[in-house]
């Protein structure tokens, strides 16, 4: 009896000893699921981008040459200033060219009198013939030598003005607006028409940006577009993160390359602070026209595994799920997503990175932040998202 008495003590010993260690074991278990942010996937009226290499040019360049040879007596400009049209830029020791010009101009007086004589002979040989006191042989003598005199006077005059041209050229002036390099042949030294370069200027108030789309994209998604309908672009400048440039399409080519399969396209950026130099390197953005709505996730909720890319979201009793997706354009530090999640779901913000699929979880609800990020280069009326996007899981 004293047997039975005792192993009856012992086994409610041991059941209370087991209730106690299951107790803290399971509140431990809930103690340690990790507390990971989730939120809901944003919809947002998007636009495909497509982007392009290239270097900008300056709409005028030109490297300055001197119309007449010389000497150079001065330079007029401070290097890599801003100069405007007429401005002047280099002189010209103009004194042999003065002296060309005080020679003609002696010598198309000097025709002018043989001109204004020869004239009033020929109006009295008139008279004279009239009155028959001349013979018709010496009238028309008369009239001929007039004829002569006309012609070396205007010979003469064009001489003078070919020269006075000259001796205007001696100041090179700036013929476009736009900034300066520096002086490649300086003051006491000669120079050659036609063949000295002085200096380079380039505009600086617009820069043109030229780039081809292959066929096919053009013709999905931008054959229904024209020059004169300004589609707007973004233009990024080398070692800089965010296209901070707005331009627009000013000029599509007339024919398709056949060769390569492209049209050149020209991208104009209107810019006042001539913060844009010709010959940089540049990245342009160029939107579709279609605006449509899509998922919205931010980057690092998406990881990759081998092939494929997915997100974890948020399934029954906070278990994560692994869900298969296909990515749209980046926008930003945000994603798009083609397929594979629909508006209503909830997602692990910061990706596979501590956690996994199948993995019970602590959901943090936090807020996807899309503040300062463009979706499109057009205008959108707001609109409301209440439709459920719905695509393949």
Same mark, same amino acid.
């Given at each position: 009896m004293n047997k039975h008495l005792i192993a009856v003590a012992i086994a409610m010993a041991s059941l209370t000893l087991l209730g106690c260690s299951e107790a803290p074991s399971q509140k431990t278990q809930q103690q340690q699921l990790q507390s990971i942010d989730v939120a809901e996937v944003l919809v947002k009226s998007v636009q495909n981008w497509h982007t392009y290499t290239t270097h900008l040019e300056a709409p005028e360049q030109v490297a300055l040459k001197p119309r007449v040879s010389g000497v150079i007596e001065s330079i007029a400009f401070d290097e890599g200033q801003q100069i405007k049209t007429g401005d002047l830029l280099f002189k010209l020791d103009d004194r042999p060219f003065l002296a060309i010009v005080a020679s003609l101009q002696a010598q198309v007086n000097s025709a002018k009198a043989a001109f &204004?004589? /020869?004239?009033?002979?020929?109006?009295?040989?008139?008279?004279?013939?009239?009155? *028959?006191?001349?013979?018709? +042989?010496? %009238?028309?003598?008369?009239?001929?030598?007039?004829?002569?005199?006309?012609?070396?006077?205007?010979?003469?005059?064009?001489?003078?003005?070919?020269?006075?041209?000259?001796?205007?050229?001696?100041?090179?002036?700036?013929?476009?607006?736009?900034?300066?390099?520096?002086?490649?042949?300086?003051?006491?030294?000669?120079?050659?028409?036609?063949?000295?370069?002085?200096?380079?200027?380039?505009?600086?108030?617009?820069?043109?940006?030229?780039?081809?789309?292959?066929?096919?994209?053009?013709?999905? &998604?931008? /054959?229904?577009?024209?020059?004169?309908?300004?589609?707007?672009?973004?233009?990024? *400048?080398?070692?800089?993160? +965010?296209? %901070?440039?707005?331009?627009?399409?000013?000029?599509?080519?007339n024919q398709i390359n056949s060769a390569t399969g492209t049209l050149r396209v020209r991208a104009v950026f209107n810019e006042e602070k001539n913060q844009l130099r010709a010959g940089s390197f540049a990245r342009i953005k160029l939107a579709a026209n279609a605006i449509t709505e899509k998922i919205i996730v931010p980057s690092r909720a998406i990881g990759t595994d081998l092939k494929n890319n997915f997100v974890l979201t948020v399934g029954e009793n906070n278990i994560l799920q692994y869900k298969l997706v296909k990515l749209g354009e980046r926008y930003g530090s945000l994603q798009a997503i083609t397929s594979g999640l629909k508006a209503t779901d909830v997602i692990a913000v910061n990706g596979p990175a501590r956690v996994g699929p199948g993995i019970p979880v602590a959901p943090n609800n936090v807020t996807i932040d899309s503040a300062g990020i463009a979706f499109t280069l057009s205008p959108v009326a707001d609109a409301s998202l209440t439709a459920k996007l719905t695509s393949e899981e």
């Open positions: &204004d004589q /020869a004239k009033s002979e020929e109006e009295r040989a008139i008279r004279l013939t009239q009155r *028959k006191a001349i013979s018709t +042989e010496q %009238a028309e003598s008369r009239t001929s030598t007039l004829r002569q005199r006309e012609a070396q006077l205007a010979a003469l005059q064009a001489q003078l003005t070919a020269a006075q041209l000259d001796l205007e050229f001696t100041a090179i002036r700036s013929p476009i607006d736009g900034i300066i390099s520096r002086a490649n042949i300086t003051k006491g030294n000669n120079i050659i028409a036609g063949q000295s370069v002085l200096t380079t200027i380039v505009s600086n108030q617009a820069m043109f940006a030229y780039f081809d789309i292959d066929e096919r994209t053009w013709n999905s &998604d931008f /054959a229904n577009i024209s020059a004169s309908d300004q589609q707007k672009v973004m233009m990024q *400048k080398v070692g800089q993160s +965010e296209f %901070a440039y707005q331009g627009y399409i000013d000029f599509i080519d």
